[in-house]
């Protein structure tokens, strides 16, 4: 087990991505904490929460999670999640900053206040919640500092004019925050996902533009999207031994479509 007896906050974790991260750390013998914003989590009549859900299937397969309710934008939230999960498990060594949003509009419907929104979470959100785990990192002196960036953050997007520079902004903060910390023997990277089905997008490609999702499978090499557990791996090696060494790193994982200019 590449993560055996290691702590790993993932925020966002509920969903796509996240969970896909959460189960993967999960087996591979990490204590998982997934955050979650509860007035966004309700999937069912009853009120309950998909993290519940995701709690209960890493436990039934032997894995070992918890969940911690927090908005990544608010600053007391972040500082007080990030201290009960070192209080509570003696020790902080990985955080994957995931959480994000992207409510697609076009450019000139964007409100203020959806602007606002985007950054808040994707790139405040990110900025706080690396500074609180590197603030106990540094205690141990090691620890993995990981960023769920964007392709979006290279290219532009007509319905994106909000999320493309949160995700540009995500890199560049990760990048300064390896920086900041390699002295003190932790790292920092970042993947880029491509076109990957979520609770993001899932109405815009799999109900209203199914032409679209087609022209991205058909822009990618691999004839295939990605898929949550392709970006859970990758996550998976930036945390493990095996990229000891690798900090400050942007890593595409969309199947080739970034290569094709055609």
């Known amino acids: 087990?590449?993560?055996?007896?290691?702590?790993?906050?993932?925020?966002?974790?509920?969903?796509?991505?996240?969970?896909?991260?959460?189960?993967?750390?999960?087996?591979?013998?990490?204590?998982?904490?997934?955050?979650?914003?509860?007035?966004?989590?309700?999937?069912?009549?009853?009120?309950?929460?998909?993290?519940?859900?995701?709690?209960?299937?890493?436990?039934?397969?032997?894995?070992?999670?918890?969940?911690?309710?927090?908005?990544?934008s608010d600053a007391t939230a972040v500082k007080e999640m990030v201290e009960d999960v070192v209080r509570t498990y003696g020790r902080l060594d990985i955080v994957v900053c995931n959480a994000g949003i992207c409510p697609f509009a076009?450019?000139?419907?964007?409100?203020?206040?959806?602007?606002?929104?985007?950054?808040?979470?994707?790139?405040?959100?990110?900025?706080?919640?690396?500074?609180?785990?590197?603030?106990?990192?540094?205690?141990?002196?090691?620890?993995?500092?990981?960023?769920t960036s964007s392709v979006s953050a290279i290219f532009g997007g007509s319905l994106q004019?909000?999320?493309?520079?949160?995700?540009?902004?995500?890199?560049?903060?990760?990048?300064?925050?390896a920086l900041s910390v390699g002295e003190h023997g932790i790292t920092a990277n970042a993947v880029l996902p491509g076109t990957v089905i979520t609770d993001i997008n899932y109405q815009q490609l799999e109900i209203d533009s199914p032409d679209l999702k087609q022209y991205f499978i058909d822009r990618t090499p691999l004839k295939r999207l990605v898929q949550p557990e392709d970006i859970a791996a990758a996550m998976l090696f930036f945390a493990s031994d095996d990229a000891a060494v690798i900090s400050g790193a942007t890593l595409v994982v969309d199947g080739g479509m970034s290569v094709n200019l055609q």
């Open 161 to 177: 004019a909000h999320y493309c520079p949160s995700k540009g902004g995500v890199n560049q903060l990760m990048k300064s925050v």
């Open 1 to 72: 087990m590449r993560l055996k007896n290691k702590v790993a906050l993932i925020t966002g974790g509920s969903r796509g991505i996240g969970r896909a991260i959460c189960e993967r750390f999960a087996q591979e013998g990490a204590q998982v904490v997934i955050n979650y914003l509860p007035e966004a989590d309700i999937t069912g009549r009853d009120g309950s929460h998909a993290v519940d859900q995701v709690v209960q299937n890493i436990c039934d397969l032997g894995g070992k999670a918890d969940c911690y309710p927090a908005d990544v």
């Open 106 to 147: 076009e450019f000139t419907e964007i409100t203020e206040e959806q602007w606002d929104r985007v950054q808040a979470v994707n790139l405040k959100g990110a900025f706080l919640c690396s500074q609180a785990a590197a603030r106990e990192m540094i205690k141990k002196r090691s620890g993995r500092i990981l960023f």
